[in-house]
C-alpha cells in the first residue's frame, strides 16, 4: 500500500499564494503519477493536476492553468501544488492521490482544507 500525508491548507485572501505538500511512503515503487484532486462543497471532486515521478510529465485542469503549478522531489517522494492567485472558487478539500502504470487513483490521502476568502 501507499500512504499519502497533505499538508499546507488553510484560510487565505483571493489572490495570495499557498503551497501544498503530499508525502508518500509504503509501496511507493508501484505509483507511476501522483494527483492532486479537489471537492468543494455540494460539488463532485475534480481533477486539479498531475505529474509522474520518472520525467516530471504534467497536466493540469484548463481552470488552474498558469495559476497553479505542480512539481515532486523524488528523494523526499513528495509532491507540491504551489497555487497562486487564488480565488474563492478554488476554495475545496485539495486530496493528493497515487495511480499506477494503469492511470487508475488507487490511493488517496485524507485531504487539506482550502479556503479563499474574497
Known amino acids: 500500500q501507499v500512504q499519502l500525508v497533505e499538508s499546507g491548507g488553510g484560510s487565505v485572501q483571493a489572490g495570495d499564494s499557498l503551497r501544498l505538500s503530499c508525502a508518500a511512503s509504503?509501496?511507493?515503487?508501484?505509483?507511476?503519477?501522483m494527483g492532486w484532486f479537489r471537492q468543494a462543497p455540494g460539488k463532485e471532486r475534480e481533477f486539479v493536476a498531475s505529474?509522474?515521478?520518472?520525467?516530471?510529465?504534467?497536466v493540469y485542469a484548463d481552470s488552474v492553468k498558469g495559476r497553479f503549478s505542480i512539481s515532486r522531489d523524488n528523494t523526499k517522494k513528495t509532491v507540491y501544488l504551489q497555487m497562486s492567485s487564488l480565488k474563492p472558487e478554488d476554495t475545496a478539500v485539495y486530496f493528493c492521490?497515487?495511480?499506477?502504470?494503469?492511470?487508475?487513483?488507487?490511493?488517496w490521502g485524507q485531504g487539506t482544507q482550502v479556503t479563499v476568502s474574497s
Open positions: 492521490a497515487s495511480a499506477s502504470l494503469d492511470g487508475r487513483y488507487d490511493y
Open positions: 509504503g509501496r511507493t515503487f508501484s505509483s507511476f503519477r
Open positions: 505529474i509522474t515521478w520518472s520525467g516530471g510529465s504534467t
